[in-house]
């Protein structure tokens, strides 16, 4: 199998994933070859991680056997529609884009199709990937796809039905999680008059120092709430404002990025510019 990689777009996200591949050992630089609409782009991360380049993306296609594209929703079509001869069933074609689903992928190429849906924890070789593989995919291509993101985090293999509400839960949450963060620290320096700065780094500690208690095997999130929370001590009034209270925001949480990307499905159905995640 051809082992180098093209990505397609390098913004955030393309640059995160070559970051990633080469701090998780899945690549080495001369196994990727990025190219980006604006070019300054492309030229600085090569520059920073010493990867390829290619002058366009149809030189980029014509010289990997896997070909990630990491562009926006309102992108994939025009981006597609410039390298759709090359794009033949011999290349293995990775979608990160949300919503743009595998039959839209597949009308237009006939290439083997992945979506995968990443997270920015990614960068720290921790999280959860997303996959959906088409039925076009062999097994070397799966074991090639589950290879190459699990050297960045843990691949979850899902069904597109679902990848929705797993995007909610795994892509979406490191914004929800800083959010709340955010939020307590804030509120410890309204309710208390810890000064903000120092409530948000000692939060920010708190919680790092949580998540890597969460690391050790076993433990599960209910362990870490009943270690702190005596019964009938302070913390366990704390927890039950949450047990009462946070249920219901967490369903909107839900509830509003489910109203959201339904509106993106019908948006991309008929096809104008939107954007996701
Ligand atoms: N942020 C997340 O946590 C996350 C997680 C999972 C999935 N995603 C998805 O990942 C996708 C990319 O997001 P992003 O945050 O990386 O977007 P971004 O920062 O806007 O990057 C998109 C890049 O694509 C380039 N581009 C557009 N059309 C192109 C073309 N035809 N050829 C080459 N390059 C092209 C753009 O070039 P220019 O420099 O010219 O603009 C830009 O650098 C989105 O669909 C998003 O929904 C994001």
Redesign the pocket.
């Known amino acids: 199998m051809d082992t180098r990689i093209g990505i397609?777009?390098?913004?955030?996200?393309?640059r995160m994933l070559i970051r990633s591949f080469l701090r998780g050992g899945a690549a080495v630089p001369q196994q990727l070859c990025a190219?980006?609409?604006?070019p300054e782009?492309q030229n600085a991360i090569a520059a920073e991680t010493g990867i390829q380049t290619a002058d366009n993306?149809r030189t980029l296609v014509k010289d990997a056997g896997v070909i990630i594209l990491?562009?926006?929703?309102p992108?994939v079509v025009?981006?597609m529609e410039?390298i759709k001869d090359l794009l033949t069933d011999d290349k293995l074609l990775i979608s990160?884009?949300?919503d743009v689903p595998l039959s839209e992928l597949e009308a237009l190429t006939s290439a083997r199709v992945v979506r995968v849906?990443?997270?920015?924890t990614s960068e720290q070789l921790k999280g959860v990937s997303l996959i959906v593989f088409s039925e076009r995919t062999t097994k070397a291509d799966r074991e090639r796809v589950i290879s190459l993101f699990g050297a960045i985090g843990t691949p979850a293999i899902i069904s597109e039905q679902d990848i929705e509400s797993y995007t909610t839960l795994t892509?979406c949450a490191p914004a929800f999680f800083a959010e709340m963060i955010h939020e307590f620290a804030v509120s410890a320096s309204r309710m208390t008059g810890i000064p903000a700065d120092e409530a948000e780094a000692l939060s920010r500690e708190t919680f790092i120092g949580t998540a890597a208690l969460l690391e050790i095997p076993g433990t599960a999130c209910t362990d870490i709430v009943s270690r702190v929370a005596t019964p009938g001590g302070i913390t366990e009034e704390g927890v039950n404002v949450l047990t009462c209270r946070f249920p219901a925001v967490c369903d909107e949480i839900f509830a509003a990025t489910g109203r959201k990307h339904a509106t993106f499905r019908n948006a991309s159905s008929e096809n104008t510019n939107t954007?996701?995640?």
């Not at 397609?8 to 393309?14: A, D």
């Not at 190219?35 to 604006?38: E, F, H, I, K, V």
């Not at 990491?70 to 929703?73: G, K, L």
Request: hydrophobic content about 30%; glycine content about 12%.
């Open positions: 397609i777009g390098t913004g955030s996200m393309g190219s980006n609409r604006t782009a993306n990491c562009v926006r929703q992108d025009p981006a410039e990160i884009a949300s849906i990443p997270s920015v892509s954007e996701g995640n």
